[in-house]
């Protein structure tokens, strides 16, 4: 043979070799490319069941936290108050109940702001102007607040009265329970006494002073049942209280009055059977005035004048 035929075979030889070297070559990346394909398809079903098993589970569970949660971990974020104002006329007493289940009991020329939605705030918040007697739901988890001017009764569940408009002064009178009195500051409330059963706390704006005594509570609660009971109480406080609770404007007309003192229990009497007793025992007289309404609309109290015999 020729030794040119012999490399033209050579060559020959040689290019059908690296002809099969390509073709295994496109073959193993062909088949690479076919497992890589059915990697990520697999990869893509597992991601679908995944999805598809771990949602509901994730909503299941998102349900069982919402109605197993306490309320005000799930609504205080979302809490918008709708505050109430409920008012007791002249001479009225009136008996609710608050959103929480707390009665309250509100003496006339009294009134009572509350939130309508306090179920689903922190704190049960409230403020009073005038006198009430409360009977508080307990709830160690949302503390029940009276605001009364620039102090704040603090409780979880107890029962009190309260009054911010007797001689100028805000008084507090402890029946069941435990209370705090708070005063309120620029830099937080202040505690001022932790009150326990039978305490009456007294607090003087203008003089930025108070007081706490051991009492009998009647004296302080009995309007709600409707007798009174003073017990050597100067006439000026007697006075007070009857105004208060009849809604009539009683006027001191001699000072002399003023200091002396006063004894008794009144059961469910009116107003002019008191003002008899007062006479006989304190040598007294009385001019009694019948209200009216004047040229503006407006009602005027009736009055009743007390001056020495």
Known sequence: ???????????????????????????????????????????????????????????????????????????????KPSLMKVEAMNGAKVLFTLPDSTLVWLRGRSQLTYDANMEYASERKIEIIGEAYFDVKKDTEKPFIVSLNNLDVKVTGTTFNCNTDFMNQIQVTLVEGQVEMMQKSGRGNVLLSTLAPGDHFQYDAGQNAYSVKQVDIRKYIGWKDNYLLFDNDPMREVVERLSDWYGVDIVIADRAIENMRFTAMFDDLKLMQIIDILELSSNLKSIYIRGKIDENGKAIEDKLILRVK
């Open 1 to 79: 043979m020729e030794e040119h035929e012999k490399d033209s075979l050579s060559a020959a030889f040689h290019l059908l070799k690296e002809m099969k070297k390509v073709d295994r070559e496109k073959g193993y990346q062909k088949l690479m490319n076919e497992i890589s394909q059915t990697k990520r398809r697999t990869f893509t079903i597992m991601q679908k069941i995944a999805a598809a098993v771990l949602i509901p589970a994730l909503l299941v569970l998102n349900a069982y936290l919402l109605f197993t949660a306490p309320p005000d971990q799930i609504y205080i974020a979302d809490h």
